[in-house]
């Protein structure tokens, strides 16, 4: 393992996007979210990404520049067309007129187009959190997980993500994937030439396996059965139809084999307490704690609590990558 501060680690992203002629707001927002990945211990959306993003580029799936256009769409509706680019700087455009509209309205959506996605969405939420907002968000990916009942794959891993404010505390936010696991963890399993657990996806023969190769060329699997498999498909429609963008079947046909990021749409939603509770905010807000703190006394953890401790142990140690990572990483700035 090769140790990295965090400064190496943000300069280390910039250096690779800069060299591959990314605009100076792209290579920002890019590296800030493949550095909040490796700082948070989320390896696989971390710095491995960026081999991702440059592959993607280098297939033309990917425009370097793109200038999202903010849209008003309607009174609780933000549009953010982000022409090609990758989804960060879209979302950097609509955040503010989501906070505004939400906060006007008490409810209000950023629906994002056109985008190229591969990060985790707890950094968005962490945005609309801190704006005291409750907030939601989900994007589909490519085709490559069966329905709970089916071998082929058909959803994307298809990400759900929630956040809530708390006073003077991290927030409370859990974002995980409508498949067993995502699929960049078990491509991390792949190049570090591990098993991966039975449950998590089935080969071309549609049986279970344990070899990671096998399962991506395969199919995955749901969480939970057909309740995985119906929020799946919820975000397929939200995220998808209803915003007129692209299914992950759809977004799979786009990348027509070149291996690159998905190609869809996003849509954020935000909540805003004070509308909803008015002057009994902080009282309900109280409530909220009391729900936490049940789930503490019993010795379960809140989601989040993994990463927020690792954040704590990076801003402080920094962070550590598999060498042949970091050699991959050096190959892409000759
Ligand atoms: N852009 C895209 O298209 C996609 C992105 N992704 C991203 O991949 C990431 C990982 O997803 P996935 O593999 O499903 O993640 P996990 O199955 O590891 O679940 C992650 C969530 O569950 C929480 N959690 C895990 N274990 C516990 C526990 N014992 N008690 C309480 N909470 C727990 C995590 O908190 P903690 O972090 O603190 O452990 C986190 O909020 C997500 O950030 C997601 O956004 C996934 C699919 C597609
Ligand atoms: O890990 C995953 O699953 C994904 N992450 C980024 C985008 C594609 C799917």
Request: proline content about 5%.
């Amino acid at each position: 393992m090769i140790r990295l501060s965090l400064d190496e680690v943000h300069q280390l992203a910039e250096a690779i996007l800069r060299h591959h002629g990314f605009a100076e707001d792209h290579v920002q927002a890019v590296a800030d979210a493949v550095f909040a990945g490796e700082r948070d211990a989320c390896a696989s959306h971390g710095l491995w990404r960026l081999l991702g993003c440059i592959d993607t580029l280098r297939a033309g799936k990917v425009v370097p520049d793109a200038e999202p256009e903010v849209i008003d769409q309607a009174p609780a509706i933000v549009r953010v067309d982000a022409r090609g680019g990758f989804a960060q700087v879209a979302f950097q455009r609509g955040v503010p007129v989501l906070v505004e509209k939400a906060r006007q309205a008490g409810i209000a959506a950023l629906a994002i187009n056109h985008c190229v996605h591969f990060s985790a969405l707890w950094a968005e939420l962490e945005v609309l959190t801190e704006a005291g907002l409750v907030a939601l968000a989900c994007t589909p990916s490519h085709a490559w997980v069966a329905p709970a009942g089916g071998r082929k794959p058909l959803f994307g891993t298809n990400p759900i993500a929630f956040g809530w404010p708390r006073a003077g505390r991290d927030p409370f936010i859990f974002d995980f994937a409508t498949s067993a696991i995502a699929r960049g963890e078990i491509q991390l399993h792949e190049r570090a030439g591990k098993a991966i657990p039975l449950g998590w996806g089935i080969d071309v023969e549609g049986q279970p396996s344990t070899d990671a190769s096998a399962v991506l060329k395969g199919a995955m699997l749901t969480f939970g059965g057909h309740k995985g498999s119906a929020l799946s498909a919820m975000v397929e429609l939200i995220a998808g139809p209803l915003i007129g963008d692209l299914t992950s079947v759809e977004s799979q046909a786009w990348d027509a084999g070149t291996g690159s990021s998905p190609y869809h749409g996003e849509l954020i939603i935000a909540l805003d307490p004070k509308r909803f509770l008015g002057d009994a905010v902080d009282e309900h807000l109280a409530r909220a704690e009391a729900l936490f703190a049940g789930i503490e006394d019993q010795g379960a953890r809140l989601p989040s609590q993994r990463r927020y401790e690792a954040r704590a142990r990076s801003l402080k140690d920094g962070v550590e990558i598999p060498e042949k990572l970091y050699e991959d990483l050096r190959a892409l700035l000759r």
